[in-house]
C-alpha cells in the first residue's frame, strides 16, 4: 500500500519535491485558481497558514486550469496574483492536472483515499455545481473525480488522508479539522 509521502509535487521551477519532507506535519492540499467564484477562499487559507505553520500545518497549493479554463495564467503570473491580492507567504507549486491522464499522481492517490461524498448544501454556490455537473455527467456524484477548484485534502502526521473538503465547504470547518490535528 502506498503512502503519501511515496509521491511528490513540482516547484514552479520544475523541481520535485518529495512529499516525504513534511513527515510529522498536518498537511492541507488544495487545488486553486485566481479566476474562480472560491478564490477568496486564499483568505481564509493564508490566516492558517499564518495561525497554525509554526505548529505544524503545511499548505500545498497547486493550481489548475482544468475547471472553466480559471487558472490561465503562468505559474509566475499565478503567483503574483495571490501574493499581491492575498499577502499568501505559502508556497505554490507548478500548475498540474488533477483529473484524467496527466493528472499528478499525488491525486490518483487523494482521490483512492477520500472519494467525493457531496457539497455542503448552505453554499449559495452548490446549486449552480450541481446543475453544471449533472448536465455534463449525471453520474459526476459516484465518481471520486476532483469537482471543481478549491478541494481540499487534509493529511494528518501520520500521513493519512483523513478528510476531504469540497469547495462548498465552510472554511471554519476545514479550519477546525486541521486544528485538532496539530
Same mark, same amino acid.
Given at each position: 500500500?502506498?503512502?503519501?509521502?511515496?509521491?511528490?509535487?513540482?516547484?514552479?521551477?520544475?523541481?520535485e519535491?518529495?512529499?516525504?519532507?513534511?513527515? =510529522?506535519?498536518?498537511?492541507?492540499?488544495?487545488?486553486?485558481?485566481?479566476?474562480?467564484?472560491?478564490?477568496?477562499? !486564499?483568505?481564509?487559507?493564508e490566516?492558517?497558514?499564518?495561525n497554525?505553520?509554526?505548529?505544524?500545518?503545511?499548505?500545498?497549493?497547486?493550481?489548475?486550469?482544468?475547471? =472553466?479554463?480559471q487558472?490561465?495564467?503562468?505559474?509566475?503570473e499565478?503567483h503574483?496574483?495571490?501574493?499581491?491580492?492575498?499577502?499568501?507567504?505559502?508556497?505554490?507549486?507548478?500548475?498540474?492536472?488533477?483529473? =484524467?491522464?496527466?493528472?499528478?499522481?499525488?491525486?490518483?492517490?487523494?482521490?483512492?483515499?477520500?472519494?467525493?461524498? =457531496?457539497?455542503?448544501?448552505?453554499?449559495?454556490?452548490?446549486?449552480?455545481?450541481?446543475?453544471?455537473?449533472?448536465?455534463?455527467?449525471?453520474? !459526476?456524484?459516484?465518481?471520486?473525480?476532483?469537482?471543481?477548484?478549491?478541494?481540499?485534502?487534509?493529511?494528518?502526521?501520520?500521513?493519512?488522508?483523513?478528510?476531504?473538503?469540497?469547495?462548498t465547504?465552510?472554511?471554519?470547518?476545514?479550519?477546525?479539522?486541521?486544528?485538532?490535528?496539530?
Open positions: 500500500m502506498s503512502s503519501i509521502y511515496d509521491y511528490s509535487v513540482f516547484t514552479t521551477k520544475g523541481e519535491v518529495k512529499l516525504e519532507k513534511f513527515k =510529522g506535519k498536518v498537511l492541507l492540499i488544495v487545488n486553486t485558481a485566481t479566476g474562480c467564484g472560491f478564490t477568496p477562499q !486564499y483568505e481564509p487559507l490566516k492558517m497558514y499564518e497554525y505553520h509554526d505548529k505544524g500545518l503545511e499548505i500545498i497549493d497547486i493550481p489548475c486550469n482544468q475547471f =472553466g479554463g487558472a490561465p495564467g503562468s505559474d509566475d499565478i503574483a496574483f495571490c501574493t499581491l491580492h492575498y499577502d499568501t507567504k505559502f508556497e505554490q507549486f507548478k500548475k498540474s492536472d488533477v483529473n =484524467g491522464g496527466n493528472e499528478l499522481k499525488l491525486y490518483t492517490f487523494l482521490k483512492s483515499q477520500k472519494g467525493f461524498e =457531496g457539497f455542503d448544501d448552505d453554499n449559495k454556490l452548490t446549486p449552480v455545481l450541481k446543475d453544471m455537473l449533472g448536465k455534463a455527467d449525471p453520474d !459526476y456524484a459516484k465518481k471520486s473525480d476532483i469537482k471543481w477548484n478549491f478541494t481540499k485534502f487534509v493529511v494528518n502526521k501520520n500521513g493519512e488522508v483523513v478528510k476531504r473538503f469540497e469547495p465547504a465552510d472554511m471554519a470547518k476545514v479550519e477546525e479539522c486541521v486544528k485538532s490535528l496539530l
